[in-house]
């Protein structure tokens, strides 16, 4: 199954709480049996020292030899200069967009990252938004923002873990280019509601460790302990997430 398993978000380099080298996400994903992982940088250089951030990921990636993917990321307050640098983060290759409203200070619905989605959407790149942070990373008005940007694929980062997991399906019904992270959510509750929903199902799941803020070893547990059929579960751990990606041919 490690060809097959991919991690769509972890979080490398220094962070406020936590710290996560590549070496040590590399043996962890050995362990674990995890094919493909997407980096995102820590809160520091999301929020601020961008470019740092970006070449922190894509060196990561270049070193593993394919087994980790860069996401860019980008202030959307530095204008042009955010779209010139996401441009040399492409260039470095990294294959997705990622953004935090609250540690980059913007309401989801007030336009300013519009050029970076209208980048996203050139380059074919989904966009993961981190949600669950009251007021302005809620579930619900990042299924407006994915109304506005149908040809951007989101991830709903934590589907609104813990005190929004109420919205995930609402949001998922609202717009359909929506997916959602499956980190902390329970399967037997959370997931499985989702899984159920006939708007919604496994195809719109997608596999997230959220590493080193969660036990990768149990996020990856309770997708194999789901009782899905197998096709489900394949989709879930990696399929839908390499759909998004672009990714063809044979897995990683």
Not at 20 to 31: E, I, R, V, Y
Not at 67 to 85: D, Q
Not at 126 to 137: E, H, L
Request: aromatic share 6%.
């Amino acid at each position: 199954m490690t060809g097959q398993v991919l991690d769509a978000h972890v979080r490398i380099g220094p962070g406020r709480e936590v710290e996560l080298d590549p070496a040590t996400l590399l043996s962890t994903m050995d362990q674990l049996g995890i094919g493909q992982a997407l980096v995102c940088p820590g809160e520091r250089h999301i929020a601020v020292h961008n470019a740092e951030g970006n070449d922190l990921t894509a060196a990561a990636a270049a070193a593993a030899g394919g087994r980790l993917l860069a996401y860019a990321v980008a202030t959307p307050w530095r204008g042009a200069a955010a779209l010139t640098e996401l441009a040399r983060a492409r260039a470095a290759g990294a294959v997705a967009l990622a953004l935090d409203p609250v540690l980059q200070g913007f309401d989801l619905l007030d336009g300013l990252t519009d050029p970076l989605l209208e980048f996203a959407a050139a380059q074919g790149w989904p966009v993961y938004v981190r949600t669950g942070t009251p007021p302005s990373a809620l579930p619900l008005p990042l299924a407006s923002l994915a109304r506005r940007h149908p040809a951007v694929n989101f991830l709903m980062g934590r589907s609104g873990a813990t005190d929004f997991w109420i919205d995930a399906a609402p949001a998922l019904r609202y717009a359909p280019n929506l997916y959602a992270d499956t980190s902390y959510a329970p399967w037997d509750t959370v997931l499985s509601g989702l899984a159920a929903d006939p708007e919604i199902g496994t195809g719109r799941l997608v596999f997230c460790t959220d590493a080193p803020y969660t036990v990768p070893g149990s996020e990856l547990g309770k997708l194999r302990e789901w009782p899905l059929a197998e096709r489900a579960r394949a989709a879930v751990l990696g399929g839908t997430a390499r759909a998004l990606l672009g990714i063809t041919g044979p897995e990683s």
